[in-house]
């Protein structure tokens, strides 16, 4: 992923109003652009967040005034510094070649520059763990020499994410032994074996008080400690309140700034992640549903709202007329018995033909108005075409579109890579004309599967779709033999939805 200058500027306006307290923000001297985000940072004047450079101990050899990590950081004009050295002996032999007591020189000697420059200095113990199990002395040592030249925190570093639970429990038991009090701990995982989340918990256990991470899990590799799953475990299970100001009156926003993120990114949320994801409270089964509208703690760890994110229900043929009325609820509809009955009915008739409902909520709330006879069409596809050909090398599609609004009649064509994306754009171009708000909608996803492949090229096809305004998503299903055919009734279903529930729709609209 590559950040710009503005998406940097940005990622650390959001961390400041949710409260992390220090932002590593680049490495000064690497490059033009981490150079500039400091002063940037600087003009962007911070309320909460303190602003950290990154960089190394001094090259062997050389002396800490005269090494230009150093004197970058310096230059950077932050309140803290983030520097890593090595505590595994096969890096200092093999990979720095240069003796043991010349790295110590090192640690101790960068560490006090900084110091003595008015930096609070975080010390990383790269390789610690590693470094720990193979010379134990020799790790404590560096923790010593970067502790005697005044680094406030030390951090215990699983670099290769290869360290396992039990072992990080142990090793930072040990080191708490001997160095607590002394110097605060800290600890950065990587998830190399799915461990970095557990790691950093244990750590915290185990008495560190200081820990690194990213937005999303984001990080080379395998990614780092997701702090969208170590944050709220530490404010909601483990007590601690650890975002600047009130953690539990901060922590609603970790949705919307782990959104954000992935939008700048490119990474997207998956459905199930913990605590943001999509589907982290959703509910199928008909017994659950039940339950959960009855008292949510039956089903659910935390309160969805604790950490931004919503509670939400998947209607199909297993759920029941709880999940039925839950979701006229959040049409503001309120429906009797007899009714919810009959729209059950009908999800039971349209997942019997071969949709899949579940995670089509756009679908469902159009299945039920419909059901209801309380679905006013803000307009109606009367008819469309495309056509797709190649031609020296190149394929190119035209769709034509027509439909009408009110008593008006609209028609509109459009150009695309394939005969969906032509008819979209066909689609769209009519529909802007009349209504304007559609401009701020995109497609975010778009799927097909086979459902009855026995029939070869003949068989019928699903389509799932997704929207996307701002923060708001939505999606809808289709069922056809012909996927062109199917795609339209799902791209028409998206925007008859956006127009019908506008923004009044609560979670089943939303991400």
């Known amino acids: 992923m590559t950040f710009t200058l503005h998406d940097k500027v940005r990622v650390a306006q959001l961390l400041d109003e949710l409260g992390i307290d220090v932002i590593e923000a680049g490495w000064p001297g690497s490059n033009p652009k981490d150079s500039e985000v400091f002063r940037a940072l600087r003009e962007a ?6 602003v950290a450079a990154f960089g190394s101990t001094r090259r062997k050899g050389v002396r800490a005034e005269q090494d230009r990590s150093l004197n970058a950081i310096v230059e950077a004009d932050v309140p803290v510094a983030v520097i890593f050295g090595k505590s595994w002996t096969l890096h200092v032999t093999e990979v720095l070649r240069c003796s043991l007591d010349e790295n110590l020189r090192m640690v101790t000697e960068s560490v006090e520059y900084l110091v003595d420059h008015g930096l609070e200095v975080v010390f990383d113990a790269e390789h610690f763990f590693d470094g720990y199990k193979e010379s134990p002395g020799y790790a404590l040592s560096v923790l010593r020499c970067a502790a005697e030249g005044g680094a406030r925190t030390v951090v215990l570093c699983d670099t290769n994410g290869g360290t396992l639970p039990h072992e990080v429990e142990r090793i930072v038991g040990e080191v708490m032994g001997e160095l ?9 995982t990587h998830d190399d074996t799915g461990c970095a989340v557990a790691n950093s918990l244990l750590a915290v256990k185990e008495g560190a008080r200081h820990v690194q991470g990213t937005m999303i899990g ?65 509910h199928k089964a008909g017994v659950h549903i039940d339950a ?3 008292t949510p703690r ?5 309160d969805p709202s604790s950490v931004g994110n919503e509670r939400s229900f998947s209607v199909s043929e297993l759920a029941g007329r709880s999940a039925i009325v839950e979701a006229a609820r959040r049409l503001g509809l309120s429906l009797t018995k007899e009714e919810a009955g ?65 008593e008006s009649i609209v028609s509109s064509s459009g150009h695309g890579v394939g005969p969906v994306h032509a ?86 609209g939303k991400a």
């Open 180 to 188: 607590g009090g002394r110097v605060r701990l800290g600890i950065h």
């Open 298 to 302: 039956a089903y659910e760890h935390v």
């Open 292 to 294: 959960v509208l009855k």
């Open 423 to 508: 008819l979209d754009v066909a689609l769209r171009r009519a529909l802007v004309s009349r209504f304007r708000e559609l401009e701020e909608i995109g497609l975010s996803n778009y799927k097909v599967s086979v459902i009855d492949s026995g029939n070869g090229t003949s068989a019928g096809v699903r389509v799932y779709t997704e929207f996307r305004r701002g923060h708001r998503i939505w999606s809808t299903t289709a069922l056809s033999r012909n996927v062109v055919d199917a795609s339209v009734k799902a791209l028409v279903d998206g925007y008859v939805y956006a127009l019908v529930t506008g923004d009044r729709e609560g979670s089943a």
């Open 342 to 406: 009959r729209v059950l009915e009908e999800v039971k008739r349209v997942e019997a033909e071969g949709n899949h409902l579940e995670g089509a909520e756009a679908t469902v709330a159009l299945v039920l108005l419909r059901a209801l006879g309380m679905l006013k069409e803000p307009f109606r596809l009367i008819s469309w075409s495309v056509e797709t050909g190649y031609d020296g090398g190149s394929l190119s599609s035209r769709a034509t579109v027509t439909v009408s609004v009110g």
């Open 45 to 50: 004047g911070l309320s909460r967040s303190r």
């Open 218 to 282: 984001l990080g080379e590799r395998c990614g780092n400690a997701d702090l969208t799953q170590v944050v709220p475990t530490l404010v909601l299970k483990m007590g601690f309140d650890c975002l600047r100001g009130n953690a539990r009156e901060k922590l609603p926003r970790l949705r919307e700034v782990a959104l954000t993120v992935s939008e700048l990114t490119g990474f997207p949320v998956p459905p199930n992640h913990p605590y943001i994801g999509r589907n982290a409270f959703a």
